[in-house]
């Protein structure tokens, strides 16, 4: 999810190290979820996503760095109806760039989360443009 919000296609080809133009790339989901799973798998992937993710959520990640996974998880908690997306991926970035277990199940448990906000926020738009 940090991916799909923090990175434009071209940026997540780059960090597969593929073309802008290979095939994968027409199918956003599947390239997201191929460059999580070689994130994990590729510490040369990973310095290339964190690098990008460091740089365009930086300002955003400002307010929650050095937080313990259970204040983050309040911040999201208390801000998932008004935080930004940029700032949503922010507090799960800050989790995630620890690379520890304890960050990561509170980043797992916040990511399924921030699909929910995802499908309100989509729905909510949807139900103001039919209103309009």
Excluded: K
Aim: proline share 3%; with cysteine; aromatic share 6%.
């Amino acid at each position: 999810m940090v991916l799909a919000i923090a990175l434009d296609s071209d940026s997540a080809a780059w960090c597969l190290g593929c073309r802008a133009e290979a095939p994968v790339v027409r199918w956003p989901s599947t390239l997201y979820r191929l460059l999580a799973r070689a994130a994990l798998e590729s510490t040369v992937i990973w310095r290339r996503c964190a690098l990008l993710l460091d740089r365009s959520l930086a300002a955003a990640m400002a307010p929650y760095a050095g937080h313990c996974p259970a204040e983050l998880a309040e911040v999201f908690l208390e801000g998932r109806d008004s935080l930004s997306g940029d700032e949503l991926a922010a507090l799960l970035w800050c989790l995630l760039r620890e690379r520890t277990c304890s960050h990561d199940l509170v980043a797992e448990r916040l990511g399924l989360e921030l699909e929910v906000v995802a499908a309100r926020r989509l729905n909510e738009t949807s139900l103001a443009q039919g209103l309009s």
